[in-house]
């Protein structure tokens, strides 16, 4: 089963379409979205597990010059 997160992303000021265009280059990111509030953007990352999400995050999301902070949401799914 694929895991599958939302990753809230603070960008540096002057940064959003650096960071949003390389995001969007970065394997594993299936969508990104700027939006308004308290975060920048929002991607929507896949991988194998939810370790493969973490090790993403750290090496390839957080590593984006101009990424400030992230928050991980991972996502669950009901049984109904």
Same mark, same amino acid.
Not at 12 to 17: E, F, L, P, Q, T
Not at 36 to 61: C, E
């Given at each position: @089963? *694929?895991? *599958?997160? =939302?990753?809230?992303?603070? $960008?540096?000021?002057? +940064?959003?379409?650096?960071?949003?265009? +390389?995001? /969007? +280059? *970065? !394997?594993?990111?299936?969508? $990104?979205?700027? &939006?308004?509030? !308290?975060?920048? @953007? &929002?991607?929507?990352?896949?991988?194998?597990?939810?370790?493969?999400?973490?090790? @993403?995050?750290?090496? +390839?999301?957080? /590593?984006?010059?101009?990424?400030?902070?992230?928050?991980?949401?991972?996502?669950? =799914?009901?049984?109904?």
């Amino acid at each position: @089963m *694929t895991a *599958t997160a =939302h990753i809230l992303i603070s $960008v540096a000021v002057g +940064k959003a379409r650096t960071v949003f265009e +390389k995001l /969007a +280059k *970065t !394997p594993g990111v299936q969508h $990104v979205d700027a &939006i308004s509030g !308290p975060y920048d @953007m &929002i991607a929507t990352v896949q991988a194998g597990d939810f370790n493969q999400i973490g090790t @993403m995050v750290l090496d +390839k999301i957080q /590593a984006i010059d101009g990424v400030v902070d992230t928050i991980t949401c991972n996502v669950t =799914h009901f049984e109904v």
